[in-house]
């Protein structure tokens, strides 16, 4: 019996296809392509003395900072912020988008919500909140959480990757620094939680194998 062309070969999702590699390639070239909007956001920011996060910064309690919990993932305070903050974009980002475009730009949204509206209810009033930490977090909670919901074992091998590589940004969550929108990181790592478990992938998509060109011939 002879076999061409494996039922799974266009399936992103499961480990090992090309279909899988070719989404993670392109997953990883578009969020390398973020980072540098990102540089140049900062770059005008300096340009106007940092008036940029001032006016569109998450400014807790207040209603002119409401608009902020959509503007602030996108501002930093400096380029160090921003540096510190690009790795961990691209490497959570490139495996979060690489489940899909759709569920990608739905969780991120959700994120960004949780996180913007947990720090404008809880941060401090007379901080001004800017950066993509919230995002982050958010990002950590997919993986850890898809890991656990998908079962499947790619996912936690992602998991222990990014549990050796920043596990420790996990103590973030805490008030351990006042210079540091703990609130952000709590509420993003929840925010991601919650978006795995509602994008999650359904029993009989993790399950049922898409349908494909093979051919099996008998002798």
Known sequence: MTWRGGPTEGDPHRFGTEAFYASLGRAFVAMCAVVPILFLIEALDVGLHANLDLAAGIIPHRLQGLDGV??????????????????????????????????????????????????????????????????????????????VVERSWWNVAVVLLVGLLYGWQLLGILPTDERISWQGHLFGLLGGVVAAILFRRRKAELTTPPASDSTITLP
């Open 70 to 147: 959509f503007f602030s993932p996108f501002l930093h305070a400096d380029f160090n912020h921003l540096y510190s903050n690009s790795v961990p974009l691209i490497l959570l980002g490139t495996f979060v988008l690489a489940a899909g475009t759709r569920r990608f730009l739905w969780s991120t949204l959700i994120i960004i919500l949780v996180s913007g509206l947990g720090v404008w209810f809880t941060g401090s009033p007379n901080s001004v909140v800017v950066g993509a930490s919230g995002v982050i977090f958010g990002y950590l909670g997919i993986l850890l959480t898809r890991g």
